[in-house]
């Protein structure tokens, strides 16, 4: 079982769990104001959104939600968690993940098709991911701000780094490799009928978890 | 000072006599400013009410037409499709990012009052040329606040267009559609009854933000003192918005509401007058439990506040602690304000006073309506092909017309718009019409809207019929059969000149279109007043139109797709510079759309789609063939070589337009199939698909504009000008 957690302002958790389950997992949600995950949850997925509005700063917010602290339990005991767009920013800012997500360079939201480089094989999310995906980005916050040398740059926009992130990194894992942040919107690259299917292989991951 | 507070208040002194023969005494001030603004033009038509009669508003698919928040038609399986347009003109022109997103957040909550899920989002724009410094900060701030908006309360932004012209530069229109997917069986009303029943007002805090909004900014010309009006702009909060959709939305599939209404113009007196005059019953609404923003606010405050984000319920009182416990764990307010009366009247309290008791019915059926003078405008003129200078060099003609702010790319505008958050986007923006998977179905939408303005000014009737078959070919083009309408009826000032006959013929016209395509109208909005003293639009009738296509699978898209393919010229419609985008004006007499022939051709679309031949579909429109021809070419990353007729013209052949054209492309083995299909509609084989250029044959001459020269200066223009 996947929980896919609803903050208030989450957009992308039916997507999520759509998607989830084309990758022939089943996938559940879990409310931000609860204590504990629900019960049989193998792996947790942070999906897109606005939580919270972005007030403060996105993602702030969503990171102190009681729900967050059976999220870090989960992350520190060696499960999976991912986190997409808004779910990187919560993990960044709940400290699961190293650096800050910054205003994009365009000043601007951006959604379009982007090309991502797989730099990290070595994770379990990227195991059996091909070299190259191609999968949309939209936000406005989407320009990872760190230092390359304490983070673990998974998933990369290669030369072009359309939203000026350090390390043109479009995805960041932590040290373990079991919790994944990414720009990016795999689950809107499930179904050919959609122009890409480059996300399914990370929701096979969770589900394989 | 001297003024009456009626008059101040925007009402005639003929509908200030007509309030104590319809309540029997003179009005309270509370009273008073509530039949100011549901008697203003925005609320209750009264200068467009008779005319809109005209619409065919019926069909056997249609399961709500015009008269509720929205229309619905049946798709199949259960599932109905709510639809409608709505105009922010005014408060755009004069806070255009709060007025661009409170239009938004308006659109959606009456796709939301019939308690369906919002899933797509199109804007129709219309705004002063580029070269002007303030409309281009009025169009960024109008993107800005669409973009703010319907990103963050996740609906799709999936279409829309933009055209840029000085007859806007005053008046910038703001348009938005909002496309909701609900059970058929479970679709809610607006109506109140049962005496006893609570009136449960969920969401946003009430303030002073958006009074008047509809009586002193939609219904009255622009002028220079706008800026003064900026109060009666209201301030979006998109976040509450999301909640208050994911709150009713639960409430709705857990049946715990009567009927559903939002709150817009006019705020609580219209929500609940209309609650009340369609239920046929009598309301008793408590102001003291309307939770405000703000201490110290004046009954007529809270009762016309436009305050955003606000949905009024009716609740069995038997339901009511489920109802306010969904919504604390929404952490959303929600207090009931009142309860149903068998009474008919519109009672309000406050501080333990009636301060309001008036019945519903004379507030939303008593209204007045207007005949408006029907002075036909002048005649137009054709074009004399003479007058219009011959371009030097075709193929820089060619480059600087894609370049044009009406021709350009759109990317700009839609890379700032999440067009694809829900995971059902099939076809993105950039195309003819957007195509999104209905979720749960094996069916998806085509979604467009359109208008051809200039073609309104020179002849309304003509234009009205333009508007609407050019949605329909952008509907077929992506193989969906045409299928259900709203409209948003943009003019000048109804008191004035011509606007009257501009605005019945332009309804005849478009209502001529439909019916010729059976697609029903089943919702709509008149934003009239659109003009300065130095400007008025163009009339602006534009066209929401959604299609069905029975297979999510088998849409077409507008790019080129292989080598070899064959391109054919299907339709009727003959190139003509008149009212054109490179004649760039109003000037001429553009032909009057065929009825029979363009239905025919939309017809021939749907079929030849629906047998799998086609392998691109572009419809003919602003810029004529040439840009057809380069944006298929650009999208698909792949040139093309043709060959035309050299008509009268190089240039009118190149560039004219007219309706009834579509260019298509299939497999050249698929030729006699698609002939068959076409019948006696005319079809020309004109090239075929290939090669790194787009070159085109006119006579003993070959024009050819290099792929990569013609992408630069397709997608240049708006990244130029407004970054």
């Known amino acids: ?209 | 000072m001297s003024v009456a507070l009626h008059r101040q208040l925007g009402l005639t002194d003929d509908e200030f006599a007509q309030i104590p023969i319809l309540i029997g005494r003179a009005p309270t001030d509370p009273e008073l400013v509530m039949f100011s603004l549901m008697w203003s033009e925005h609320c209750s038509y009264k200068h467009s009410r008779r005319m809109l009669r005209r619409f065919p508003t019926d069909g056997p698919h249609v399961l709500q037409g015009p008269g509720e928040n929205a229309g619905a038609v049946d798709v199949g399986d259960g599932w109905a499709i709510a639809l409608k347009v709505e105009s922010h003109n005014h408060p755009s022109a004069v806070e255009p990012f709060e007025g661009a997103a409170t239009g938004v957040g308006g659109i959606v909550r009456d796709i939301l009052a019939l308690g369906a899920r919002p899933i797509a989002l199109l804007d129709s724009l219309r705004f002063g040329t580029l070269e002007s410094a303030r409309s281009r900060h009025l169009f960024t701030r109008a993107v800005a606040g669409i973009g703010h908006y319907g990103n963050c309360i996740g609906v799709p932004t999936v279409g829309g267009e933009v055209v840029f012209d000085d007859r806007y530069e005053d008046s910038c229109l703001v348009n938005a559609m909002c496309i909701g997917l609900v059970r058929a069986d479970g679709m809610l009303r607006a109506a109140a009854f049962g005496t006893g029943n609570l009136l449960v007002l969920i969401g946003n805090r009430t303030g002073r933000d958006g009074i008047g909004g509809a009586s002193v900014l939609a219904s009255a010309e622009l002028s220079a003192d706008d800026e003064d009006k900026r109060p009666s702009v209201q301030v979006s909060d998109p976040f509450t918005e999301r909640k208050l959709m994911d709150c009713c939305l639960e409430l709705a599939a857990d049946d715990l509401l009567l009927a559903l209404q939002d709150l817009g113009a006019a705020g609580l007196t219209s929500a609940a007058s209309e609650m009340a005059a369609k239920g046929g019953v009598g309301l008793d609404i408590d102001l003291d439990r309307v939770h405000l923003r703000e201490e110290g606010m004046a009954p007529a405050e809270i009762l016309v506040s436009e305050s955003q984000e606000r949905m009024l319920g009716l609740v069995s009182p038997d339901k009511l602690e489920d109802v306010l416990e969904s919504c604390a764990r929404w952490e959303l307010d929600a207090n009931v304000i009142g309860t149903v009366t068998g009474t008919g009247n519109f009672t309000a309290r406050h501080g333990g006073e009636v301060v309001v008791d008036i019945p519903a019915s004379a507030l939303t059926d008593d209204a007045p309506w207007y005949e408006v003078p029907r002075t036909p405008g002048p005649s137009a003129t054709p074009l004399a092909l003479d007058t219009v200078p011959v371009p030097a060099d075709l193929g820089a003609a060619w480059l600087d017309l894609l370049g044009r702010p009406n021709i350009a790319s759109k990317r700009w505008i839609y890379q700032q718009y999440d067009h694809l958050v829900g995971a059902n986007t099939i076809r993105r923006p950039g195309g003819d019409a957007a195509v999104i998977r209905i979720p749960g179905m094996r069916r998806a939408l085509a979604i467009t809207t359109d208008c051809a303005e200039r073609h309104c000014e020179l002849d309304p009737r003509g234009g009205g019929r333009a508007s609407v078959f050019e949605a329909a070919r952008n509907i077929a083009c992506t193989g969906a059969v045409p299928y259900a309408a709203s409209d948003c009826l943009n003019f000048a000032n109804p008191e004035k000149a011509s606007t009257g006959w501009r605005l019945a013929e332009a309804i005849e016209g478009m209502s001529e279109a439909l019916e010729a395509i059976s697609v029903p109208v089943v919702s709509g909005n008149v934003s009239l007043y659109n003009e300065s003293p130095a400007r008025a639009i163009y009339p602006t009738p534009v066209v929401g139109m959604i299609g069905l296509l029975e297979d999510a699978g088998a849409s077409v898209g507008h790019a080129f797709a292989q080598p070899r393919d064959a391109i054919v010229l299907l339709g009727g419609g003959a190139a003509r510079l008149d009212a054109s985008e490179w004649l760039g004006a109003a000037l001429g007499a553009p032909a009057l759309p065929d009825l029979a022939g363009e239905a025919a051709l939309i017809a021939v679309m749907v079929v030849a789609a629906g047998a799998g031949l086609l392998r691109s579909a572009h419809d003919v429109s602003g810029g004529g063939v040439a840009v057809t021809l380069v944006e298929s070419a650009l999208a698909g990353g792949i040139g093309c070589s043709v060959a035309l007729p050299l008509g009268r013209r190089a240039d009118e052949t190149l560039f004219g337009e007219s309706g009834e054209r579509i260019v298509v492309t299939c497999r050249p083995d698929a030729l006699p199939g698609l002939r068959a299909i076409a019948g006696d509609v005319p079809l020309a084989v004109i090239g075929s698909v290939g090669g790194g250029t787009v070159d085109v044959q006119l006579g003993d001459a070959t024009v050819s504009l290099d792929l990569e020269a013609a992408r630069i200066a397709y997608e240049a223009t708006l990244t130029e000008a407004l970054a």
């Open chain 1, 1 to 209: 079982m996947i929980a896919v957690v609803r903050f208030p302002g989450s957009l992308d958790h039916d997507s999520a769990v759509r998607a989830v389950e084309a990758a022939g997992g089943t996938a559940t949600y879990a409310w931000h104001a609860d204590r504990a995950l629900p019960a049989g949850t193998r792996a947790v997925v942070l999906p897109g959104g606005f939580s919270y509005g972005d007030h403060l700063r996105p993602g702030a917010i969503a990171s102190r939600s009681p729900i967050m602290d059976a999220v870090r339990q989960h992350a520190d005991a060696g499960g999976l968690v991912l986190g997409i767009c808004n779910g990187f920013q919560v993990l960044c800012e709940a400290g699961l993940l190293p650096g800050v997500l910054r205003t994009n360079a365009t000043t601007s939201f951006v959604c379009r098709q982007v090309e991502l480089e797989v730099l990290d094989h070595d994770t379990p999310f990227t195991r059996d991911l091909g070299a190259a995906l191609s999968i949309p980005i939209k936000n406005h916050d989407g320009a990872w701000y760190g230092d390359p040398a304490d983070a673990r740059i998974v998933l990369s926009y290669g030369m072009e780094n359309p939203l000026g992130s350090i390390g043109s990194a479009a995805g960041v894992a932590n040290a373990q490799g079991n919790v994944l942040g990414l720009m990016p919107h795999p689950e809107e690259a499930v179904d050919r009928l959609l122009g890409s299917t480059d996300g399914l292989g990370l929701f096979t991951a969770l589900v394989r978890a």
